[in-house]
């Protein structure tokens, strides 16, 4: 006679199905695909859903430290700026209204990326605008620099400028950054095949750049009004 194997019974005497051991590094339980009330009734985890899990992980991890820097950045224009009298605020160069218009301005169109990712419709062209209004801010950024210079004004010449310098170049260093993350989740979307990183590459660089584009407007508002 043949004998069937049961699951052993717990304490509590009720069968229990074995389960599977989370999967994830630094003791976050990645992110599981719902059951869908069929086929085997298994919960294995999604791996686009562990990618993106990861990926925004990473970029909030990162966007914590750019905090600190620039709050580190800010305390110190702070404090330099009530030592003594020779402190000059920058007159900010005309071209800055451009370069955040830019920055606005995609954020936009990486949004409109995200949102038509799932449809695979327009992604490729969006995100390429997208990379393209970055390009142009680094642009008019430089354009900006050179207005100071042509009217004397460098890093050396006083504080205020010194720390004028230091914010935007720190902040177009970030956006460059932005730039190759925007490189890479293009070129994500342009290859054939199905990449399960495709997705999070997408999703992780559109949180950077809205980021990146509120810190722009943080430190212009802060050089705007510091005197």
Request: glycine letters at 12%.
């Amino acid at each position: 006679m043949a004998t069937t194997l049961t699951p052993p019974l717990a304490a509590d005497g009720v069968k229990h199905e074995e389960t599977q051991p989370s999967v994830g590094g630094g003791g976050f339980p990645p992110p599981a695909r719902p059951r869908d009330g069929g086929g085997d009734g298994s919960d294995r985890p999604d791996p686009v859903a562990q990618a993106v899990f990861r990926y925004k992980l990473g970029t909030w991890v990162g966007i914590a430290g750019i905090v600190m820097v620039f709050a580190a950045f800010t305390s110190a224009l702070v404090v330099r700026s009530g030592l003594s009298g020779d402190w000059v605020a920058v007159e900010l160069p005309r071209v800055l209204w451009l370069s955040t218009a830019l920055l606005l301005i995609s954020s936009l169109t990486i949004e409109k990326a995200k949102r038509l990712l799932r449809r695979g419709v327009g992604v490729r062209q969006w995100l390429t605008v997208t990379l393209g209004f970055g390009v142009l801010f680094i642009g008019s950024q430089w354009f900006g620099w050179r207005a100071l210079a042509e009217r004397g004004i460098y890093v050396s010449s006083n504080p205020g400028s010194s720390f004028f310098y230091l914010l935007t170049a720190a902040h177009a260093v970030h956006i460059l950054g932005g730039i190759l993350a925007l490189s890479y989740a293009v070129i994500r979307v342009w290859r054939p095949g199905v990449w399960v990183t495709r997705q999070a590459a997408v999703e992780a660089t559109a949180i950077y750049w809205h980021f990146m584009d509120a810190l722009w407007v943080y430190l212009l508002l802060l050089l705007m009004f510091w005197r």
